[in-house]
Every structure is written in structure tokens, then in C-alpha cells.
């Protein structure tokens, strides 16, 4: 399958050819090339524009791509993704170069939380232990005792002895799924959210069901209406069995061997790629064809191959900091089964 047949432009926001390329072919193989020769690889989130999924040499979400980034042996990790991914990245490996094709692409999740707001957190909740949702700075890692993903968080908070205090940030949504999950009375969650997924309503959710009442539902766990998902099948709007709240890693496994004809998916619509990819033969359709991480947008073709070309732009973090941060990541990563999607 090409790119051209392979992305679906209402979705995915199509990207014209880079200047300078006749076709995506040509600018694949430049990509390739330029990756081979400064002995790079190239990791890129679910959520990117096909294009550079397509093109990636892994494609995943943030527990995958944290296990990649400190296991590949290339010297150089370029980054499609969002900039505390890429932080995540250098954290992991200091020794190597890592870039991100655009470093203002930030997250509006991880701007809800400084490390100076986590510090007085933490001083009115002396001995708790802290988890810090990967979607964080650096800074805020240094600041926790163990990170997690979509992927594990549940068994993160597991692993705490069940009398201590949890201080859970800063996703408010990911936290009430935990806290269900594992039904934990002393998890306390930072009021934060993520601009796309809160912005996939409880209404978005009630209408696409009711379109769509036989589809089954996969559901990310930072959405706004994963609760009300719940809630649908308690009351038997949804039957529980096509109800899933999944990370877009679980979202993957759980497309390979679905025999649905449709499945109705409430996250950023740019997993809908992999998803249609890993199952061509299942209908995915967005519960909110508008949930567009803008963020993860400003990777763009043209983007990736300059910061190939040009080695642009390098992604830092101060020594003290990674070191304790890495402390924090490296827990998150032996913890739990990989993100499923590379």
C-alpha cells in the first residue's frame, strides 16, 4: 500500500509533497538515506500525520517508544512527537543525539503542572508517593518517584503499597480511570487535562453510539467521556462486551484480532491510521472527526527531512536533572507490557 492509498485525507489533515520532491516515493527514500548515513532512527508517535508514520522506522505510543529510545544502538534518535517525548528520549539515553523536527511542538497537558506546584503538592502530603504521567517536563519527572503511560498506569499505582498516599498527575481523567481500576481511596489527582481528548464530550460520544449502535467502542482513558462510556454500559446503552478503554498501544492489539465491522474510536483521530492499517478489514471511524492534537500536527514532512539534513533542533536537558528524572522513567519502563504499534 502507498501512502497516497493509505491516508485518508478527512481524517488525517493531508500534507502536500515537500518542495523539492516530485512524489512521497522520493522523499521516503531521502528520509531513509539521510537516517542510514548519520546512523539515526526515526521514532514517531501514534498520533503523527500518516506520512511520517509511514515513514518511521517505529511507530508507537510513549511506553513503546521510552523502551526503543533506550534500547536502539543508532547514535542519533530523531523524534516525531511532541517535545517531553522527545525530552523522555534524551533522559534515557544521554549519550545520543536527540532531535525533534520542531521544537515548539509542546503539550497542553504537560504545561498543566510545574515542578515549583508539584514541590508545594508534595509538602502537603508529606511521604506520598508521586506518579507522573509521562505527558510531563523533565523538570516534573525529577520531582516524582516513578513515571507511567496509558499503557501501565494502573499497574503502576499497583506496585505502591496500598497504605501509602499516591499523588497521580497531571491527567484528572487518567487518574478516575486508576482509581476505578484499582479502587484505591488514598489516590489523590491534580486537576489537568489534555485540550484534545477532554474536548471528546460525553455528547460526541452519546451521538456516535446512537449512529452507530451495533459499533463496538475503543475508548483512551484520558478522554472527557470515559466515564460516561462507563456509565453507557452500565445502563446498558453499550453492551459492556464492545466497550473498551484502552491506551492507543492496547487500541492496536485489541484492532488486530477484532472481528467487528465497525469501531467507533475516541482518541486523537491521527491512531486511526494504524488502526485502519493493522485491520483493514474493520470500519474505524472518529467519535470526534476534530479531536487534532495541533501540537503533534506541527511535525510536518518538510520538517523531518530538514532536521535530518540539518540536525535540528537538538533536544537538552541538564545533567541533574535527566539523572533524576531517569530514575523515575527507568521504573516506569520495567513496569507493565509494552505499547503495542511498532
Known amino acids: 500500500m502507498t501512502i497516497i492509498e493509505s491516508v485518508n485525507a478527512h481524517d488525517a489533515g493531508y500534507e502536500p509533497v515537500p518542495p523539492g520532491f516530485a512524489d512521497w516515493t522520493s522523499w521516503q527514500r531521502e528520509v531513509h538515506d539521510l537516517a542510514r548515513r548519520k546512523d539515526a532512527v526515526v521514532l514517531a508517535h501514534n498520533y503523527q500525520l ?25 547514535s542519533m534518535i530523531v523524534f516525531a512527537g511532541v517535545h517531553f517525548m522527545a525530552e523522555t528520549a534524551k533522559i534515557l539515553s544521554p549519550d545520543k543525539k536527540v532531535i525533534i523536527p520542531d521544537a515548539r511542538a509542546g503539550c497542553s497537558l504537560a504545561d498543566t503542572i510545574t515542578a515549583d506546584q508539584l514541590r508545594d503538592w508534595k509538602a502537603e502530603h508529606p511521604g506520598a508517593a508521586v506518579v507522573a504521567y509521562v505527558n510531563t517536563t523533565a523538570e516534573v519527572k525529577a ?70 449502535p451495533d459499533a463496538e467502542l475503543y475508548v483512551h482513558p484520558e478522554c472527557g467521556c470515559s466515564t460516561s462510556a462507563l456509565w453507557m454500559t452500565s445502563v446498558g446503552d453499550i453492551p459492556a462486551d464492545r466497550t473498551h478503554i ?72 541538564p545533567a541533574e536533572v535527566a539523572a533524576r528524572a531517569r530514575q523515575a522513567v527507568e521504573r516506569m519502563v520495567a513496569i507493565g507490557r509494552p505499547g503495542g504499534g511498532e
Open 246 to 317: 484502552l491506551s492507543t498501544g492496547a487500541m492496536l492489539d485489541q484492532a488486530r484480532h477484532s472481528s467487528a465491522g465497525k469501531v467507533l474510536v475516541a482518541t486523537e483521530i491521527g491512531m486511526l491510521h494504524q488502526l485502519r492499517r493493522a485491520n483493514p478489514r474493520v470500519d474505524f471511524q472518529p467519535v470526534n472527526p476534530k479531536a487534532s492534537c495541533r501540537f503533534m500536527k506541527m511535525i510536518t514532512p518538510e520538517k523531518l527531512i530538514n532536521s535530518l539534513r540539518k540536525e535540528t533542533d537538538e533536544v537538552q536537558v
Open 50 to 74: 500518516p506520512q511520517i508514520q509511514d515513514v518511521a522506522d517505529h511507530v508507537g505510543d510513549s511506553l513503546a517508544l521510552s523502551r526503543l529510545a533506550a534500547s536502539v544502538d543508532a
Open 143 to 212: 520531582e516524582s518517584d516513578i513515571c507511567c503511560t496509558s499503557s501501565n498506569a494502573v499497574e503502576v499505582v499497583e506496585s505502591i503499597p496500598a497504605d501509602r498516599e499516591v499523588l497521580f498527575l497531571p491527567d484528572m481523567f487518567l487518574a478516575a480511570h486508576v482509581k476505578r481500576q484499582t479502587g484505591r481511596t488514598n489516590l489523590h489527582s491534580w486537576l489537568g487535562e489534555c485540550h484534545v481528548h477532554a474536548g471528546i464530550s460525553p455528547q460526541d460520544l452519546e451521538a456516535a453510539v446512537h449512529a452507530d
